[in-house]
Structures are given as structure tokens and as C-alpha cells.
């Protein structure tokens, strides 16, 4: 009598399936990021309006954007936890569902006027941003070495899409809401829960598979056959990665956050500083593909050093041509391209250089410290405007790309940690 023959798993995809299903990964995301840009743009539009509404002191009206970053912050960790455990596709759901949440919360609060209900609403929705940052990494979990860049780039870029339409749907919005009763400044937000859910529903129904999950299922099946591990882990350059990525988002909230006030008093008018802002955002996102692309072509850390050297130039056109309209307007589109270009060549450098088991862990840190530092530069910058003014500010915060110069070997570091026993 013969044997039944042993029952097997589910067939490991190959190449090919992989790749298709890194393309409509892709292709997922980008449209997610697009849905979750013109929520966040619709959200952030009017909360400094709001906060200085409810709390009766324009002193106040930063507090929206602050709590949101740290809002950002402090789901970073835990949801890079959940998709570790649980895959992307609910990780992203559960933190565009925390903000819609949040969203609801902030109508509330004004129906209310209640302050503190407004920035707890405000913490809920830095949720979606921590979801939205975490869409990059999600690119780049099935990625190979050769296009990880370039995909990782192309989600990032998508944002550019939600990010200016947001913003412009103030008007119709109000229109909309009062038509329908809601409290006043609150209308726009209509489009920000349509968003919100069409976003959830296009991540429940479209992420199959999910990509992490998957690419865990890849990695396992492949060290059972290989009985060692496949991808070493490279904790120097990582760490390197995630200093370079906060260090160049720090640079760029500190002297972004302050150059509307010091447009202002240099007698701007409101069309030239919101023309300032939306330069210096094309310049953020619209061309991250090309960085993608050099990223994966010249190197990480090349990339990398591309964009210090992109900081390095706006800053110093911020520092000498602090009373020229015009140069601070240059000075805030290379700012734009030199974070472009750090963000999306740390991101990819960070994921190639952390084993799998640490991987998302570490890329939850870095959209933690990410936050963290942006908003401690947002604080700090201010007091520095006071103290030396714009040109000083730039100057200051030239210490940070400083830094990730000098760093800049440490990324380039190949011997792998010691063998992990997990």
C-alpha cells in the first residue's frame, strides 16, 4: 500500500506573481495616499482657524498643527507594531479609522466650543498621518534592491495629488456644510470623511495580498530552505538612515514653520506667502520620483548627500537673502527637493539595512523620531527667529545637515550584526 503523499502549504510566488503584485501593491498606495493627502490638506486647512477660534487667543493657533504631529508621534510605534503582526492593509485602516474618529470629534468640539476637545480631536487625526507615512514603507516591502527606491518614491509623490486639491476644497466645503446645518468652519470636513473612507475601503478591499505579510511568508520559506538567515542585519547604517531622515525633516519644519511670519513682517502679502508654501510643497513631492530613481541607481547614501547638499543650499539662500522675497521663496523649494531627496533615500537605505525581524520596528522609529523632532524644531525655531532672526535660524539648523555629512560613512558600513538567535 503506498504512502499518501505529505500535504503542502500554499505554492511560494515566484518571480513574476511578485512582481504583479508589487505593481498593483504600488498602485494601491499611490491612490490611498492620494485619498489620505486630501483629507490631512482639507483637515489642516482650517485648524489653526478653529484653535484660535475656540480657544479666543491667536496666540493658540499653532496648537493644531503640534497636536496633530504629536498625535503622529505617538501612533507611529504602535502601528508599525499592528502591521508587524497583522499586515499593512489593517495597520492602515486602523489609523485612517483613528483619525476619522478624530474628524468627527473636531465638528463636535466646535458644536461644543470646547478647546480641549479640539486638540484631543487634533492628537486622533495625527493617526492618518502616521498611516500615510507608513504607506512609503509598505512600497517597499516586496521591492527588489533595484527598484526599491523608485517605488518607494512613487507613493510619496502621490501625496503631492491630495496634498494641493485639499487645501482648495475650503470654499465648496463651507458652502456644502452650510447647506446641510453643520457649525460653522466645519463644511470642509465632509470631504475629509468621504476621503477617510473611501481610503479605508480601498485598503480592506484592494491590499490583498497584503505586502508585509507576504514578504514575511518569502523571507520564512526561504531560511527554512536555506536554514540560516537571508538578509543580514545592518544596524549602523540603519541607525544612520533614521538620523538622516529626522534631521532633514527637522531642518525643513524648523525654517518652513517660520518663514510665513518672517514673509510677513517684510511686508508680503497673503498670496505671495501662500504661493511661497505651495512651491516649496511641488518641491517636497513632485519630484521624489527622480530621487527614487537616484536612489536607486547612484546609492542610498549618495542620494542622501544630494539632498544635504540641496539643504545646504537653501539655507544659505534663506541666511544671505533673508530680505529678498524671491530668494526665501528659492530658499523654500531646494528646502522642499533636499528633504524629497533624504526622505526617500533614508527610507530605502533603512529598509534594505534591517532584517526582516526588525524591520518594521525600526520603521516605526523613525516616523516616531521623525515627528518628535519636527515638532521640537517648530517650538525651538520661533525663540531662534526672536533671538537672531530668519538668516541666524537658517544658519543654526545648518548644524544638522552638518551632522549627517559627517555621518555619511556610517551608512556605507556592509559587515552585518552578529548573528541573531531569534
Do not use: C
Request: proline share 5%.
Amino acid at each position: 500500500m503506498t504512502e499518501p503523499a505529505p500535504a503542502t502549504g500554499p505554492a511560494e510566488p515566484d518571480a513574476a506573481e511578485i512582481a504583479r503584485v508589487q505593481r498593483r501593491t504600488v498602485w494601491v498606495l499611490s491612490l490611498g495616499q492620494v485619498l489620505g493627502g486630501l483629507a490631512f490638506g482639507a483637515t489642516l486647512s482650517l485648524g489653526a482657524v478653529l484653535a484660535a477660534e475656540l480657544s479666543g487667543d491667536e496666540s493658540f493657533s499653532g496648537l493644531a498643527a503640534a497636536a496633530v504631529t504629536l498625535g503622529t508621534a505617538a501612533t507611529a510605534v504602535p502601528l508599525a507594531a499592528l502591521a508587524r503582526g497583522r499586515g499593512r492593509r489593517l495597520s492602515l485602516t486602523a489609523g485612517m479609522a483613528i483619525a476619522l474618529a478624530g474628524v468627527v470629534m473636531v465638528i463636535v468640539a466646535v458644536s461644543a466650543n470646547s478647546f480641549g476637545m479640539l486638540l484631543g480631536a487634533f492628537l486622533l487625526i495625527g493617526a492618518g498621518q502616521a498611516a500615510n507615512l507608513q504607506s512609503r514603507f509598505a512600497a517597499a516591502d516586496l521591492a527588489t534592491d533595484a527598484s526599491r527606491g523608485r517605488d518607494l518614491s512613487i507613493v510619496v509623490w502621490a501625496t503631492t495629488i491630495g496634498a494641493v486639491l485639499g487645501p482648495n476644497l475650503t470654499g465648496p466645503g463651507e458652502a456644502l456644510g452650510a447647506a446641510v446645518g453643520m457649525p460653522p468652519l466645519t463644511g470642509p470636513y465632509l470631504f475629509t470623511v468621504g476621503a477617510q473612507l473611501l481610503a479605508m475601503a480601498l485598503y480592506l478591499t484592494m491590499l490583498r495580498p497584503d505586502p508585509l505579510l507576504l514578504a514575511q511568508r518569502i523571507v520564512a520559506s526561504a531560511r527554512a530552505v536555506a536554514g540560516t538567515i537571508v538578509k543580514p542585519d545592518r544596524p549602523i547604517p540603519a541607525r544612520y538612515a533614521i538620523f538622516a531622515i529626522a534631521s532633514a525633516h527637522g531642518v525643513m519644519v524648523s525654517v518652513m514653520a517660520m518663514t510665513p511670519v518672517h514673509l510677513i513682517h517684510h511686508g508680503a502679502s497673503l498670496t505671495v506667502i501662500g504661493l511661497t508654501l505651495s512651491l516649496h510643497i511641488a518641491g517636497m513631492y513632485a519630484l521624489s520620483p527622480v530621487f527614487g530613481i537616484l536612489a536607486d541607481r547612484l546609492g542610498r547614501v549618495p542620494t542622501i548627500l544630494i539632498g544635504q547638499g540641496l539643504l545646504a543650499a537653501a539655507l544659505l539662500t534663506a541666511s544671505f537673502g533673508a530680505e529678498s522675497t524671491v530668494a526665501v521663496t528659492v530658499a523654500l523649494v531646494l528646502l522642499g527637493l533636499g528633504w524629497s531627496a533624504s526622505t526617500v533615500a533614508g527610507s530605502a537605505l533603512l529598509t534594505e539595512a534591517s532584517s526582516e525581524e526588525r524591520r518594521t520596528r525600526r520603521q516605526g522609529f523613525s516616523d516616531f523620531a521623525m515627528s518628535i523632532v519636527g515638532a521640537t524644531g517648530a517650538i525651538l525655531a520661533g525663540l531662534v527667529l526672536g533671538w537672531i532672526g530668519y538668516g541666524g535660524l537658517a544658519l543654526v539648523v545648518m548644524t544638522l545637515v552638518a551632522a549627517t555629512l559627517v555621518l555619511s560613512p556610517l551608512g556605507l558600513r556592509t559587515a552585518p550584526a552578529a548573528a541573531d538567535p531569534r
